[in-house]
Every structure is written in C-alpha cells, then in structure tokens.
C-alpha cells in the first residue's frame, strides 16, 4: 500500500493504536475506517493492518473490519471506565475468538495464537494486548491531556509523568497557550 497513513500519531502498542484510528483535527473528528482520505473502509483497515505490523498475518477484508470495529469500542469504553462491566463482556466476547498455543521453540518456551476464524484475529491481538498493558502498568495507558485531542498513549518515560500523545502537536500547543496568557497579564 503506498498510501500514507494520515493519523497523527501511530506506533502505540495494538490497542492503543487501534483507538487512534479515530482522532480529531481542526475541530473535525475523523475516522481511519469511515471511508475517507480517499480510502475505502477496506483499505483503511488494510493501512492500519501495515502499520500495526499485522498485515502479513491477517487479511483485510469487510468481516476482519466489522470484529475490529467491536474491537475498538470495546477498548474505547475499558480506557474510559475501567469499571464498565458491559466493556468487560465486549472484551471478553472477542477473546473467545482466540486462544493461544503454547509451544516449543529453539530459545524456550514460546506462545502462538490460534483462530477458528482468521476473521478475528487483529481484533482479539487488539484485545489482548490491553490486557497485556493492564497487567504491566495501567496507570501508563493515558489519553492526551489536551482537551481538544482524543488520542491516546502508553507512557514509557521513566518517571511516568508524559501528559501529551505528542510533544510537537499537542505539548507544544499547550506550551504556547500558557507562555500566551503570562505576556498577556504582564
């Protein structure tokens, strides 16, 4: 695909990046999956699949688009309430599309997920991989502190206090916004 992927920030872990694909821009929100961008709602999964890095294991196609999209509204109401129980089934209803394989490799012990459905796959990878950054650290998982972004994160900085999905978009807006308002009252 040569198309280049127009979202402001990529390169989050799996869930993350799959609740990225829909963002907002010059007070417009915009969708990866709508169909825009000059993309079908198919190429924009094929385009999200290559930049997740999932694209040599699953196929894009308008049944992987529909379990992603269940997917990502499952992820999107588990960041924002933890407690939500219906998340938690959503969540719990992807995964029953996968297990994962335990195996033996030259280095050791090794896992290898497994799908009735291929279908299924990047959607419960997604899923997974929530659960994976719940279990590391779930105070890291941040949504951008800027009010007008909907963005989120992962915070690896060491002393986990990063606020911005991005220091030369949003940070630096926050930067100038502040320094504005201190020339402005002297």
């Known amino acids: 695909m040569t198309t280049a992927d127009p979202r402001p920030l990529t390169g989050e872990p799996v869930a993350l990046d799959l609740l990225n694909t829909r963002w907002v821009q010059e007070g417009e929100s ?7 961008f000059g993309l079908t709602r198919v190429e924009g999964l094929a385009l999200w699949l290559e930049s997740a890095g999932l694209a040599g294991r699953f196929r894009a196609d308008a049944a ?49 997920p497994e799908f009735a459905d291929p279908s299924w796959g990047p ?26 972004c909907v963005l989120h994160f992962h915070d690896t900085s060491r002393n986990g206090t990063r606020r911005w999905c991005s220091m030369s978009a949003c ?6 916004s502040r320094h504005y308002a201190r020339t402005r009252e002297r």
Do not use: Q
């Not at 915009?30 to 825009?36: I, M, T, V």
């Open 171 to 176: 940070g630096n807006r926050a930067k100038a």
């Open 64 to 112: 992987t688009l529909v379990h992603l999209l269940t997917a990502r509204e499952a992820l999107a109401r588990a960041v924002a309430d933890p407690g939500d129980e219906s998340a938690r089934g959503l969540m719990d209803a992807v995964l029953e599309h996968g297990r994962i394989r335990i195996t033996l490799t030259a280095a050791g012990t090794g896992e290898r």
């Open 30 to 36: 915009l969708d990866l999956f709508a169909g825009a």
């Open 123 to 148: 959607a419960w990878t997604a899923v997974r991989d929530y659960l994976e950054l719940l279990a590391s650290g779930p105070g890291r998982i941040r949504e951008c502190a800027s009010e007008a």
